[in-house]
Each structure stands twice: as C-alpha cells, then as structure tokens.
C-alpha cells in the first residue's frame, strides 16, 4: 500500500471517529427544564452533558395560544334569545337567575373612607391585617372610592361590622353590610357613628342615665362598649 494510500486511509477512519463522538454528544444529551416563576414562558429547553451547553430548542407561544390561557379562567358567558314584547327587546329572568348572585355576594360589605381616596395595596394590606380573624377573604375595587369586602361567612361579616367603627389612617372608614338593595355610589356624608372617649370620669356617673344625658350634648345616643 503506498503511502498516499495509507494516508487517505487514516483521514477517512479520523472523520469516522469524530462521527461517531458528535453522535455519541447528541444521544446522551439530557433534557433540562428549569422551573419558572408564575407566567414565564416554561418552553425553552437545553441540551446538555456533564456541564457542556450543545444548544438551544426554543418554542414561542403563539399569540392565540397565549390568549386562549387568559380567557380560560375568565367567566364564560353564552348568547340567549331575546323576547320582543311590543316592539322591543325584554330581558326576562327567573327568581334563581338572581339568587345566584345573591348567594355569592351576601357575605360581603362595601365602604370607602372619608377625607381620601386610598390606593388598592393601601386598603388591601388593611383589611388583611385586620380583618383576617373575621374570615377575609377577597377585595375588590368597585370604584375609585368605593370598595368590596367579601368574607368567607354571614357570622365573620358581622362580627367586623359589630367592632364599631373602623379608622383608616386617622380617617373613618364606611362599612356597611351589602344586601341587593343597597347603594354603591358614595354619597354625601350627614351623619356618622363614632365611638366617643370621656377619660377619667368618675364612677358615680357610670351608669345608663347619667351617659345618657352625658352623650346627648354631642349627639343622639345609642349604646356602650362592652368594657364599659
């Protein structure tokens, strides 16, 4: 064999070697799939042995598959047919349309404070902080100054709304028990219940007639904390 021969031999043996080793990479390849926060994109993959990067597989999301996720937790709604009564377009319901609503809503009361207008993580971060011993469970901003406080029961509902009033930043805070006829627009202010102090007065006036008499000069009466 001449030496030319043997050359091209050994060129085309090299080449297989090293065939055989990309193949080899390739095979024993391990897929990494690194856990992501909420709402990244989990579809990118990385191949790789003992520390060695061979590549990247990248797998965009299309714009319909990423909207499709968002409408999956939203509430689905339906077309129904409507009635014309005289020439015009009628909704009808039944009765167990609406208790439907009220079932979800009837552990909730709505409020606002007077003087400002606080931001959501502002009065959201209050009512946990507070109100979570009562069974808290959700908070919703109906309006720019008008909010929703859903309760996990009737019983944790009232019982926040029986500690009196609530003071949010040195300001009063209006909370009232939603039923289906309540307002939820904020309105004018005419009259509040307040919690009133009299320091250091002395035990001969603590009795009904005497506090009676004492809280008419401020207002009209209603009733007394239970340490008193």
């Given at each position: 064999?001449?030496?030319?021969?043997?050359?091209?031999?050994?060129?085309?043996?090299?080449?297989?070697?090293?065939?055989?080793?990309?193949?080899?990479?390739?095979?024993?390849?391990?897929?990494?799939?690194?856990i992501a926060?909420?709402?990244?994109?989990?579809?990118?993959?990385?191949?790789?042995?003992?520390?060695?990067?061979?590549?990247?597989?990248?797998?965009?999301?299309?714009?319909?598959?990423?909207?499709?996720?968002?409408?999956?937790?939203?509430?689905?709604?339906?077309?129904?047919?409507?009635?014309?009564?005289?020439?015009?377009?009628?909704?009808?319901?039944?009765?167990?349309?609406?208790?439907?609503?009220?079932?979800?809503?009837?552990?909730?009361?709505?409020?606002?404070?007077?003087?400002?207008n606080p931001?959501?993580?502002?009065?959201?971060?209050?009512?946990?902080?507070?109100?979570?011993?009562?069974?808290?469970?959700?908070?919703?901003?109906?309006?720019?100054?008008?909010?929703?406080f859903k309760?996990?029961?009737?019983?944790?509902?009232?019982?926040?709304?029986?500690?009196?009033?609530?003071?949010?930043?040195?300001?009063?805070?209006?909370?009232?028990?939603?039923?289906?006829?309540?307002?939820?627009?904020?309105?004018?202010?005419?009259?509040?219940?307040?919690?009133?102090?009299?320091?250091?007065?002395?035990?001969?006036?603590?009795?009904?007639?005497?506090?009676?008499?004492?809280?008419?000069?401020?207002?009209?009466?209603?009733?007394?904390?239970?340490?008193?």
């Amino acid at each position: 064999m001449s030496a030319r021969e043997n050359a091209l031999n050994r060129n085309i043996e090299t080449e297989s070697q090293n065939r055989l080793t990309q193949s080899t990479l390739v095979n024993n390849a391990i897929p990494v799939i690194s856990i992501a926060d909420e709402g990244e994109d989990c579809s990118r993959k990385t191949l790789q042995t003992s520390g060695s990067l061979v590549r990247h597989i990248t797998q965009p999301k299309s714009y319909a598959a990423m909207v499709g996720e968002k409408k999956n937790s939203r509430m689905k709604l339906s077309f129904i047919p409507l009635e014309i009564v005289d020439g015009k377009l009628v909704v009808k319901y039944q009765s167990s349309d609406v208790m439907i609503g009220i079932n979800r809503w009837k552990s909730t009361t709505f409020g606002y404070v007077l003087g400002i207008n606080p931001s959501f993580g502002a009065i959201e971060n209050f009512a946990r902080n507070r109100w979570n011993v009562f069974g808290f469970e959700k908070y919703f901003k109906l309006s720019l100054r008008v909010f929703l406080f859903k309760f996990e029961s009737d019983e944790g509902r009232d019982a926040m709304l029986d500690e009196g009033m609530w003071i949010f930043a040195q300001y009063p805070m209006i909370v009232s028990s939603w039923t289906p006829e309540s307002n939820l627009e904020r309105r004018g202010v005419e009259k509040i219940l307040v919690w009133v102090k009299i320091p250091f007065l002395s035990l001969q006036f603590w009795n009904d007639e005497m506090l009676s008499k004492i809280g008419s000069y401020i207002g009209n009466n209603f009733f007394v904390d239970g340490a008193t």
